[in-house]
């Protein structure tokens, strides 16, 4: 199993301003993903963070906007870039291990003024 | 493209009533499934998976190939099951990312 930390746990910011996510892992996973979820709804993927590689994007994501580091095996941030309300999101950081379980953080609450 | 339907969004039973969350896959090649579980205030988590045929907290799910359905049942639900619930089809490999259904709202009423 995995246990995965994230910081800030929340955070309101002002529209224009960028934020960035980290997330951190007690062991080694295989994949790192990030993940956009609204209060009560499902999640929808952002990217796989990819170690010492560009991360790869689902449809809609792009990196200007969430630009993605992964340095290890063990951590990994999201920047929410140039802000806007329609950014006001959970943020979840997930790590896979090699049977194909995902292990979650307990998110980022991003509110944008 | 890969894509999984759970049908209800909310579904509300009474204390010790049966419960089934239903979840339906249409997905290329035979993908892991699994169940993910949020319950209020906490992060979402691992309820089960079909490789390990587990029964967790009384939950089970079957996998019918014929149907590409991974119903999520359990025989007497307790309040504290209260929680949503995302159905997970994952590809068999290392590299493989897991779809999630828009999940179910499941409320046991005392």
């Known amino acids: 199993s995995a246990v995965i930390s994230q910081k800030p746990s929340r955070d309101i910011c002002q529209r224009g301003t960028s934020l960035t996510i980290q997330c951190q892992v007690d062991?080694?996973?295989?994949?790192m993903f990030w993940y956009r979820q609204q209060p009560g709804q499902s999640l929808t993927l952002i990217a796989t963070?990819?170690?010492?590689?560009?991360?790869?994007?689902e449809s809609g994501f792009v990196i200007d906007k969430f630009p993605i580091s992964r340095p290890n095996l063990t951590f990994s941030t999201l920047t929410v870039s140039n802000m806007s309300p329609e950014d006001s999101s959970i943020y979840l950081c997930?790590?896979?291990?090699?049977?194909?379980?995902?292990?979650f953080g307990p998110g980022t609450r991003l509110l944008v003024l | 493209a890969q894509r999984v339907t759970q049908p209800e969004k909310l579904l509300s039973v009474f204390k010790g009533a049966p419960v089934e969350l239903k979840c339906n896959y249409s997905y290329s090649g035979s993908p892991e499934l699994f169940w993910y579980v949020q319950y209020s205030r906490q992060r979402l988590q691992l309820l089960l998976r079909?490789?390990s045929r587990e029964s967790i907290k009384g939950f089970t799910a079957d996998l019918n190939k014929g149907e590409t359905s991974f119903h999520l049942k359990k025989p007497f639900a307790q309040e504290e099951d209260s929680a949503m619930y995302y159905c997970?089809?994952?590809?068999?490999?290392?590299?493989?990312?897991?779809?999630f259904g828009d999940g179910t709202t499941l409320t046991v009423k005392p």
């Open positions: 997970a089809p994952t590809p068999p490999t290392n590299a493989g990312k897991s779809t």
């Open positions: 079909h490789i």
């Open positions: 062991s080694q996973v295989t994949m």
């Open positions: 963070a990819n170690q010492g590689s560009e991360a790869t994007y």
């Open positions: 997930s790590g896979q291990t090699g049977f194909e379980t995902q292990y």
